[in-house]
């Protein structure tokens, strides 16, 4: 029964509170009727005809009466509302009844509120929801401008910022305030937002807040900030006030300035931290500029600040690293005189372009113009067609990027005999490696992975794949391959088979480096690209290079670090093999391994020269107009071309500039393009038809089998017959003997450089036909060919003997039992 009861008095309670709720409406909504009741609009004699403004006031049911002189308008009361075409001019003396500009009224109609909620003065609804707080505004009345726009235009203004805020206005991107929106994703953009609004206050539709609009407003991420770069060489400070100017910085030259607000600081180059004896300015790592730029907001100082100057942060020399490995035995001591001698060497010497290595951090050129760390230090590394194994400098030294040293792989207990030292720096080595491919896969590959699909994506999924597509396979493959290395350490003995564990690796390593190696141009040109176009990108290659594992290598260096590594442990091997009895067991277990790493080299230059082939005849392909699709072939390779002038009149005319592309089963003859004549033109491979608009430099003429070659002709040198050569072709429709007779020019122009051309050309049909050597020698009176002609544009002396010429070269070179000679 008592529970009955309390049920009762529960819903007896709850029906006296909605009971209340339902009065307390009734009640605000007839204080809210009574209220507009009371309302008047008055307008400007001009909106006496206006439609559209009559039709909005009759929709708020409220009622209209004219202004005939603004004069009176003094005689509104407070709940009179005026439209009027002087709003700025009326609003800014604050009067005491409200103002509304002819937008707001038509948009207030079309709202179901209506007129509710309307206690101040607004001219449209552009910045209706919009929270907005202002900072870094120093002077009084522009700040005052802004307050009143952003009312004007329908917005709220909070002093302090919160979660609620939606828009902060500053006038300084490192400000706390500007600080505190970029954390939490509160866009910042300049007062130009509420100018550029105002300006367009008359289009009804049109917000302000709409993501397009204020985009075009957003604060650069050094606005209002006054910086100085300190520890920096000539070339970087340029390039990094370039980017401060481009992201609304202003450099200041001396720390000590007044206005200096930041001073950037290059912490490896010092070694104390820079005193500020005139100005608040805050001391700051490099890093924290670089953030800035590729967020393209101010990061938060606090995590940047530089209270601490590592004075040792340098890159570990490789004597240094070896010598930590080596012992008091006279044998580690000529060995660690050895490598300092051998690395010095290396430091004094250019890098040669055919050799392949890994290179030093003391080799390693830093950027020196803005977005040229790419070119600077790639063009020393670009890959040649020459051999991969064409290696001469030493294993590669430990690098910086050196992981933290695994204790257990110390064996104190048992001597350190020379085999057991190189093992050590081969595994050493091999952790540095694993090291530095981990931090391309973390500190770039992935970051820019998981932003792909975000609209601040610095890279698209295709140019990824080209950048780091290749190197996943190549760590994952060293990885496993060190976890054996690891054991082999812990559990030394000197019988331990080191041989075992590559041969056990070899057919992934065959599988993991040749896409690397063979695309590797692709990769460095890729990358190129995008660091000289993406600032964004560009920064966050900065930043990356910042990073501790990375020890300010840049992503250009790391890169090639794969190239390097199987020269490298060919010859670490070699050197445990010249330390291996030959009744060891690993003794031929490392001649095996050796032979498979050698192997895998061969493979990749044989596969290298493959695919090189295979894009310089897309290259050619694509820079001849007309060419014939057939053209490219998976079992076509370019082999050689040469520029000449025909003497004949057979493919395209007497005196035309033609370019011979020799292949391996064919040959294409094609006119250079007028544009062309007479400047250097494309080399195969240098892939600049990408850039240069898609004009080609070439038009098909003739593409010839090497089968219908029966003669290469080397024409002797004289006074009047300098660097000509003729083709003997049969022809496969009719069998008639057709002559070519060229002259070559430009930089193949040379006794020199024909009789290499002619001899690739005469083995390469030699090749395919399975003939003796086709190349003759004779001399120009047999053929009745005088270059001296070419310079005055006349070729009626080379031609003049046509008929004589016939019968000779009949005599010379027929095939035929019953000859029959056309010359056309």
């Not at 939606?166 to 954390?183: D, F, M, R």
């Not at 391994?593 to 990749?604: G, K, P, Q, Y």
């Not at 003997?728 to 193949?748: A, Q, R």
């Amino acid at each position: 029964m008592s529970a009955a009861n309390g049920t009762g008095q529960n819903n007896y309670n709850n029906n006296n509170c909605d009971f209340k709720e339902e009065l307390v409406k009734m009640q605000s909504v007839s204080s809210l009727e009574s209220e507009l009741s009371n309302v008047n609009i008055y307008l400007e004699k001009i909106y006496s005809s206006d439609l559209d403004v009559l039709l909005s006031i009759q929709k708020l049911n409220v009622s209209i009466k004219y202004l005939e002189n603004l004069s009176d308008v003094n005689l509104l009361e407070k709940n009179d509302i005026l439209v009027t075409t002087l709003f700025e001019e009326l609003a800014v003396k604050r009067p005491c009844f409200k103002i509304l500009g002819r937008p707001a009224l038509l948009e207030l109609a079309k709202s179901p509120n209506g007129l509710q909620g309307i206690n101040r003065h607004r001219y449209c609804n552009v910045l209706v929801g919009a929270i907005v707080s202002v900072t870094g505004i120093q002077k009084r009345d522009e700040m005052a401008r802004l307050l009143s726009l952003i009312r004007w235009m329908g917005g709220s203004f909070r002093e302090s910022i919160n979660y609620k805020t939606t828009h902060l206005v500053s006038g300084y991107a490192c400000s706390v305030k500007s600080q505190y929106a970029y954390l939490h994703e509160i866009p910042v953009i300049g007062s130009s937002w509420l100018h550029a609004a105002w300006e367009r206050r008359d289009e009804i539709e049109f917000k302000a807040n709409n993501t397009s609009f204020f985009s075009e407003h957003k604060l650069k991420p050094f606005h209002g900030a006054k910086i100085c770069f300190i520890g920096f060489t000539e070339e970087e400070q340029s390039h990094m006030v370039e980017v401060l100017l481009h992201n609304g910085g202003t450099p200041i030259s001396n720390e000590n300035d007044t206005e200096c607000t930041h001073l950037v600081v290059n912490e490896s180059s010092l070694d104390s931290i820079p005193s500020v004896k005139k100005n608040n300015a805050e001391i700051l790592k490099e890093a924290w500029f670089w953030i800035s730029v590729q967020y393209q907001s101010c990061a938060l100082t606090k995590e940047y600040l530089l209270s601490n100057v590592n004075v040792t942060n340098t890159p570990i020399s490789a004597h240094v690293m070896s010598s930590t490995l080596t012992l008091n035995s006279s044998r580690s001591r000529k060995r660690k005189r050895h490598l300092d001698n051998l690395g010095s060497l290396l430091r004094s010497s250019p890098t040669p372009v055919a050799t392949i290595r890994e290179t030093s951090p003391t080799n390693s050129s830093r950027p020196s113009k803005r977005r040229s760390s790419a070119a600077n230090t790639l063009d020393g590394l670009r890959l040649s067609c020459g051999s991969f194994l064409n290696f001469t400098n030493s294993p590669d030294h430990p690098s910086p990027l050196k992981l933290p040293r695994d204790q257990d792989l110390v064996i104190k207990d048992k001597p350190f005999s020379p085999r057991y030292q190189v093992f050590s720096e081969l595994l050493q080595t091999e952790i540095n490696y694993v090291g530095v491919l981990n931090t391309i896969i973390t500190v770039y590959k992935e970051p820019l992975e998981e932003i792909i699909d975000k609209k601040d994506c610095l890279l698209n999924n295709t140019e990824i794949k080209i950048i780091f597509g290749n190197v996943l396979p190549i760590y994952q493959v060293h990885r496993e391959m060190l976890e054996e290395l690891k054991c082999l350490a812990t559990l030394w003995q000197e019988d331990s088979s080191i041989g075992n564990v590559f041969l056990k690796y070899s057919s992934e390593l065959m599988k993991a480096y040749p896409p690397f190696v063979n695309f590797f141009e692709k990769t460095r040109e890729m990358l190129l690209q995008c660091d000289q176009t993406k600032p964004l990108f560009h920064a966050f290659l900065k930043v990356g290079q910042l990073r501790p594992e990375c020890c300010r290598q840049s992503l250009q260096e790391l890169l090639i670090r794969p190239v390097q590594r199987l020269p490298s442990i060919s010859l670490l091997l070699n050197d445990i093999l010249k330390h291996t009895d030959k009744n060891n067991p690993d003794h031929q277990a490392l001649i095996s391994a050796l032979a498979s790493i050698r192997e895998v080299m061969t493979h990749i230059n044989e596969d290298k020269r493959k695919t090189e082939g295979q894009v310089v005849l897309f290259d050619i392909f694509n820079d001849i107009d007309n060419c014939p699709p057939h053209l490219v072939s998976s079992h076509r390779s370019f082999i050689t071309k040469c520029d000449v002038v025909e003497q004949s009149d057979n493919l395209s005319g007497h005196g035309d500039h033609l370019t011979i592309f020799v292949f391996s089963d064919v040959v294409e003859v094609c006119k250079k393009k007028k544009s062309c004549n007479g400047k250097s033109t494309k080399e195969p491979n240098s892939g600049s038809h990408k850039f240069n608009g898609g004009a080609k430099s070439y038009k098909h003429i003739k593409l010839m089998p090497l089968n219908i070659i029966k003669q290469v002709i080397d024409i002797k040198e004289t006074e009047d017959c300098h660097n000509t050569f003729s083709l003997l072709i049969i022809d496969n429709h009719d069998f008639k003997e057709i002559l070519y007779k060229f002259t070559m020019t430009g930089s193949n122009s040379g006794d020199n450089h024909k009789k290499i051309f002619l001899k690739n050309l005469s083995q390469q049909v030699a090749n395919t036909v399975c003939s003796g050597n086709i190349l003759t020698s004779l001399d120009s009176q047999q053929l009745d060919i005088d270059t001296s002609e070419i310079t005055i544009g006349t070729f009626e002396k080379a031609f003049k003997f046509a008929n004589r010429t016939r019968i000779k070269v009949g005599r010379a070179l027929s095939f035929n039992k019953t000859p029959r000679y056309f010359i056309r």
